[in-house]
């Protein structure tokens, strides 16, 4: 074997900052971190019995849609910007924050399986593989991720990531903010709180790097790439749109879940530096509120709220207060 004795290997050096907000990013990230379980999900138990069979099937329906765009999001996503990031604090975020990706696809299986049957999950996930819309989503977004090789596609592939995290996952967070904001499968809607504190924190970060990128180009190819990000997002919106129709078809709820996208999606653009492209009319408070990534006030010892302090608790018995 043959070692090349000219190539200079470099480690990442946390004692300097390299740009002024990865560290920030980093240390924000670390702070937040979660695992499913953590949240006891059998507390959601009694109110899944009595959901009606159309709200079980849009619920399964809705977490199984975001498993897959957790999966595509961890495994090819996050890969796809680290491939042609040079900075290695950058790096390092960047793969925590893949690291994250794989949780939140792992926590939906956590609630499968405390409230369906192991007949029931493969039904489900066999769903993810034949529903149309939700395929084409996964087709459009690879098409980007497996296609980065330079610099002007690396900027399209963080351009795809901010909008999965900052658009196309909230089709799939708006009926569990929409039940859990009455007070139904309320430990589940914690997940979708955790996963969407997250999911702001990815889409803030990379957007600025893709807005940094974006600014090194000159007039004519910031002229290009503005026309294929809207292109991009043109594509994905349009999916997302016939994606809503069939799964929230029979629940009253398209119109809502359509507004609130395009409420996301408007963020998604000032993530990158752009300007919003909807009008957007009122949006459901219920769900609205749910978007708040601020801390939540829980019974500390049963249900973990989005600002829980890690660790595990047990109940206090008498005996724990024997000196």
Do not use: C
Not at 82 to 106: C, D, P, W, Y
Not at 273 to 296: A, C, H, R
Request: hydrophobic share 40%; net charge negative.
């Amino acid at each position: 074997m043959i070692f090349s004795l000219n190539r200079i290997h470099k480690a990442v050096n946390w004692n300097n900052e390299d740009d002024g907000f990865t560290q920030a990013f980093w240390e924000q990230n670390v702070k937040q971190f979660w695992l499913p379980e953590e949240i006891s999900v059998s507390k959601d138990i009694k109110v899944w019995a009595e959901l009606r069979d159309e709200d079980k099937e849009l619920y399964k329906k809705v977490l199984a849609g975001l498993t897959l765009l957790d999966t595509k999001q961890g495994n090819n996503g996050v890969p796809s910007m680290m491939s042609l990031t040079e900075n290695l604090q950058r790096k390092a975020v960047l793969s925590f924050m893949g690291t994250m990706e794989e949780i939140h696809a792992k926590s939906y299986s956590s609630i499968f399986m405390t409230l369906l049957s192991k007949v029931e999950i493969d039904e489900l996930f066999q769903w993810i593989e034949t529903e149309p819309t939700l395929q084409k989503k996964a087709d459009l977004i690879l098409a980007q991720y497996e296609n980065t090789t330079d610099n002007k596609s690396l900027y399209l592939s963080m351009v795809t990531s901010v909008f999965l995290e900052s658009f196309l996952f909230y089709s799939g967070f708006f009926f569990p903010l929409y039940l859990a904001g009455q007070g139904k499968m309320v430990a589940s809607g914690e997940i979708i709180s955790l996963i969407l504190r997250d999911e702001s924190l990815h889409g803030k970060y990379i957007g600025l790097l893709a807005q940094e990128i974006f600014d090194g180009f000159n007039e004519g190819d910031k002229k290009e790439l503005k026309e294929r990000a809207y292109s991009i997002f043109e594509s994905l919106m349009e999916n997302e749109i016939n994606y809503t129709n069939g799964i929230y078809e029979h629940s009253g709820l398209v119109d809502e879940v359509v507004d609130f996208l395009k409420y996301n999606a408007n963020r998604a653009l000032n993530n990158l530096g752009f300007e919003d492209y909807y009008k957007v009319g009122n949006i459901n408070p219920i769900v609205l509120n749910g978007l708040s990534v601020e801390t939540k006030t829980h019974d500390f010892f049963s249900t973990k709220g989005n600002g829980y302090q890690k660790g595990i608790y047990e109940e206090l018995e008498d005996e724990d207060f024997i000196v």
